[in-house]
């Protein structure tokens, strides 16, 4: 057999998956459907995907990455075609490239970029599986400031899941800020209520950093944290977490980017 | 037992469910969901709810209106913090007023609007629950002036889903136009790709009317129905429907209004 290489960019609502990787447990996954329909066109078991990283249960993503390798030489627009056809409505292959059989998407990686979306509005019947609601009163100014705080590097460990498997917690973080956003589109759409962006653009993330970020933004804004306990807690490792790990079904993957 | 009358306002993604209508059949309804809550807050099986019309499988609601009679007097708001906290976050009451005894949600209404949102460009992977796909090229001009021809009072014997029992099949269409929407909002959003809406105002609608009305448009659009056959169907009944039922998804119910 021989193997050829491309590089997927997937657009995915995550609502019904437990995520991007492959479980044991039982359960439906992104990579699990995509490995699904990358057997059935290339008719083999011999087939690979490779993320540039794993998004958690209920993320979603409009720009992942992920490589792929499969018996299989078919021009890009077909590749598209064919795994569209058989994968679920909330999974779609919205570009393909051929790639080297030496590029690793997160290795390779320049920069990713999260958005996380939020309101403290009620959210209405629409926008559940899109923003996160948070009830409470808060302080946008601040909370600008903070993000500023978060720019640079700076080992994240007190923002990062325990258990995961990294060989640091330092990363770097490019831009960072909170986008007001005023209602759009139909009054109907998931996003018609005034609403907050947190985008966040980073060398790379360790798990649930990006929504371990909002809860403490969230904290900043209540008053609950101060600025200088962040400024620490990005300096020093803390006891406990300073804020909750905001709900998964305000996070987007935005865009992963590679070198030219 | 003493009851009273309240008039909500209800929103809904009505993917999951059967539509509005409590069924024999296995599965949820909104106004089985609906029920269940009332129940709850008033602890008495004697509930009753009576919608502004029954929404098929998958349509959604902007602005559904039911009539609830139940034995529990309390404040408007209260009923809807109380009744949200019992219905599924794809289920939300956002208005509640008193009313009469009297008052009959579906003899009394002025008139409904419907959207129905469509694109001709593939739908991403968060758009398919949100609009439908017609995937052919459309003169957007000819289903224009077709929109027009709807406008009046019409037999909508053509334009109906057989089996359903009315008195009647005359309506009157007050508005009726196509709206171009161009990208909305994030580009992750339900409507991020160029799409059109079909906006129809009028005095009530036969079963499946809405979706049977965008069902001709498109084949206007295509150039297999002309303006000429559209007018003739709404005069004199046809042997065959002139188009096919549009998709559930991309139909919306978004307002109902009643005398002041």
């Given at each position: 057999?021989?193997?050829?290489?491309?590089?997927?960019?997937?657009?995915?609502?995550?609502?019904?998956?437990?995520?991007?990787?492959?479980?044991?447990?039982?359960?439906?996954?992104?990579?699990?459907?995509?490995?699904k329909?990358l057997r059935k066109?290339?008719?083999?078991e011999?087939i690979?995907?490779?993320?540039?990283?794993?998004?958690?249960?209920?993320?979603?993503?409009?720009?992942?990455?992920?490589?792929?390798?499969?018996?299989?030489?078919?021009?890009?627009?077909?590749?598209?075609?064919?795994?569209?056809?058989?994968?679920?409505?909330?999974?779609?292959?919205?570009?393909?490239?051929?790639?080297?059989?030496?590029?690793?998407?997160?290795?390779?990686?320049?920069?990713?970029?999260?958005?996380?979306?939020?309101?403290?509005?009620?959210?209405?019947?629409?926008?559940?599986?899109?923003?996160?609601?948070?009830?409470?009163?808060?302080?946008?100014?601040?909370?600008?400031?903070?993000?500023?705080?978060?720019?640079?590097?700076?080992?994240?460990?007190?923002?990062?899941?325990?258990?995961?498997?990294?060989?640091?917690?330092?990363?770097?973080?490019?831009?960072?800020?909170?986008?007001?956003?005023?209602?759009?589109?139909?009054?109907?759409?998931?996003?018609?209520?005034?609403?907050?962006?947190?985008?966040?653009?980073?060398?790379?993330?360790?798990?649930?950093?990006?929504?371990?970020?909002?809860?403490?933004?969230?904290?900043?804004?209540?008053?609950?944290?101060?600025?200088?306990?962040?400024?620490?807690?990005?300096?020093?490792?803390?006891?406990?977490?300073?804020?909750?790990?905001?709900?998964?079904?305000?996070?987007?993957?935005?865009?992963?980017?590679?070198?030219?």
């Open positions: 057999l021989s193997f050829f290489n491309y590089l997927l960019t997937i657009q995915y609502k995550g609502t019904a998956y437990l995520g991007w990787q492959v479980q044991e447990k039982q359960g439906k996954t992104v990579q699990g459907e995509l490995n329909a066109i290339s008719k083999s011999e690979n995907s490779i993320a540039s990283g794993r998004t958690d249960a209920g993320v979603h993503a409009f720009g992942q990455k992920c490589k792929v390798r499969i018996p299989l030489e078919i021009p890009a627009v077909n590749l598209i075609k064919a795994l569209n056809s058989f994968l679920p409505d909330d999974i779609r292959i919205i570009e393909a490239e051929n790639c080297e059989e030496a590029f690793h998407p997160i290795r390779d990686s320049l920069w990713k970029e999260y958005w996380y979306c939020f309101s403290t509005e009620e959210s209405g019947a629409m926008s559940h599986e899109w923003m996160a609601h948070y009830s409470f009163e808060l302080d946008f100014d601040q909370m600008q400031k903070a993000c500023q705080l978060f720019v640079g590097s700076h080992d994240f460990c007190n923002f990062f899941c325990v258990g995961s498997e990294t060989a640091t917690t330092i990363r770097e973080i490019f831009e960072c800020e909170l986008i007001q956003q005023k209602q759009q589109g139909q009054p109907f759409a998931q996003f018609s209520s005034d609403h907050w962006c947190f985008r966040v653009r980073g060398s790379g993330f360790l798990k649930q950093m990006v929504r371990l970020m909002v809860g403490v933004l969230w904290e900043v804004g209540r008053g609950k944290v101060t600025l200088e306990q962040l400024s620490d807690a990005l300096i020093n490792p803390c006891p406990n977490k300073l804020g909750a790990v905001a709900p998964a079904c305000g996070l987007y993957l935005y865009k992963v980017t590679y070198p030219a």
